[in-house]
Structures are given as structure tokens and as C-alpha cells.
């Protein structure tokens, strides 16, 4: 649990404030997994702190939650034409993608229990960033992705969220699942 907080802190996901009249925080609580390898052996222990989303309020708490993925028929696409030119096809997972996602509506959180600020129990965290179980987490960072981000040069082009970058002899095609992407290409070292 102290490392999950060091990342949301290390992240500058929130800060420490009073909270301002006329909002209410939202409570916080952790969500614990049990990684387990292939036979069934635990091999890690989890601690997620999750925001309770559910309590939010459209056009208070949060404006849009909707955030676009590529549509399995795009993904079979992008997959299908990369056999068929024996492209690279490099799988990428991004760990904590929710929160990395910038926020632009005012939420205000609760300090957990047992890990409040010595002295300012009375304060809540505004949030910068996204946290797990806000209900614009996917949206917050599906805009953080921007897919410009990733090759700055390149002019993008979307649909359905397979992005087709290109430059002269260049073509990069990128499919985005929530925090998944399927990278494939003509240059195996742009791929990379």
C-alpha cells in the first residue's frame, strides 16, 4: 500500500488543500489482487487505491466519460495486414495508464484512513491527475495518449483509433484498447 501511494505521489496526482465550500470529496478505498503465474502460484501481492466513481455527479464531478477504442474488427485488420507483409507486430502494455490522465474537472478526494498527513486530517486532495475508478479516468487519459505524443514528426491519422503515422516511406499503424497498444509497421526499427 506505501508503494502504491509513493507512485500516486511520485506521479504529482494530487495536493494537499482545504476543501472549498460548496464540494464535496469523494472516498477512496483499496483494491487488493493476487498475481498468480500460469500454475496457479501467487507471485505478487497488489494494492490499488481506487476513487469510489460511483458516487460522482454528471456536470459536477465530471463532464464526459467516454473515451474511444479501436474496434476488434480494426484490430483483426491491423493484425491481418501485418501477416500478410510479415510486419513486426510489438504489443505494449502502459502500467498506471489512468494515471497519468490529466484532469480538468475540480475533484477533491478524502485522505485514507491511516495514511492521512499528521496535522491536516481536516484536508482532502485535489486531484491533477486521474485516479482508478474516476468516471473520466478513461477519457482523462485517452487524451494524454494523444498518439502525437509517440512520434512527434509524424502527421496522424485516425480511425477508430488505428493510427496510421506517415511520413515519406514510413508507415506506422497503432492500435489503442484502453492501455493496450498493437504497434506494427514497414520498419521493424520504428516498431521497436
Known sequence: MKQELQSVEKNKTWELVDLPAGHRPISLKWVFKLKKDEKGVATKHKARLVARGLVQQEGIDFDDAFAPVARMESVRVLL????????????????????NGDLKEEVYVRQMPGFAVAGEEGKVYRLKKALYGLRQAPRAWNAKLDITQILPAAAPVHHHLVCALLEPHLLLLVGVYVDDLIITGADGREVE
Do not use: P, T, Y
Not at 510486419?87 to 498506471?96: L, P
Open 80 to 99: 491481418a495486414l501485418a501477416a500478410q507483409e510479415g510486419w513486426k507486430v510489438h504489443h505494449m502494455d502502459v502500467k498506471s495508464a489512468f494515471l
